[in-house]
């Protein structure tokens, strides 16, 4: 998938109260909205996916939100399909829509982990553990 790059527009990553005990996070990301964008060193057709990606704690010992959009440049046909049918029904082709969403999630994911740290919050990923033997 062409992405040319991904931006953050918003950080908000809060600690409300000590870690104790088995901690659950949920991650979760959304579209919240698909528009056409011109790039200028490009005759392609481009878009801007818009995006709010959350790791929850549970029990609720903090937050992690990150919104922000990511640019992908494709032909100008398919863009302005994927522009039209997003705003008909809030639809995205299956395979742009998994290589955006992929995208998103690995890039935020690593965000996420450094912040996770800057806060003393526990990772919002499993990290690899080595048992000894």
Do not use: H
Not at 69 to 79: G, H, M, S, W, Y
């Amino acid at each position: 998938m062409p992405v040319v790059g991904l931006q953050f527009n918003k950080i908000v990553v809060e600690k409300t109260a000590p870690v104790k005990g088995k901690i659950k996070v949920n991650n979760n990301v959304i579209l919240t909205d698909v528009e056409k964008t011109d790039l200028t060193a490009s005759k392609q057709g481009a878009l801007k996916f818009y995006f709010e990606f959350t790791a929850n704690y549970d029990p609720k010992i903090g937050d992690i939100n990150l919104n922000g959009f990511l640019t992908f440049v494709d032909k100008a046909e398919i863009c302005d399909e994927v522009a039209k049918s997003w705003k008909k029904d809030k639809k995205v082709p299956k395979e742009i829509m998994s290589s955006v969403l992929n995208t998103v999630l690995s890039r935020c994911n690593i965000e996420a982990l450094l912040f996770s740290r800057e806060v003393n919050l526990p990772p919002p990923i499993p990290l690899p553990k080595v048992n000894v033997k």
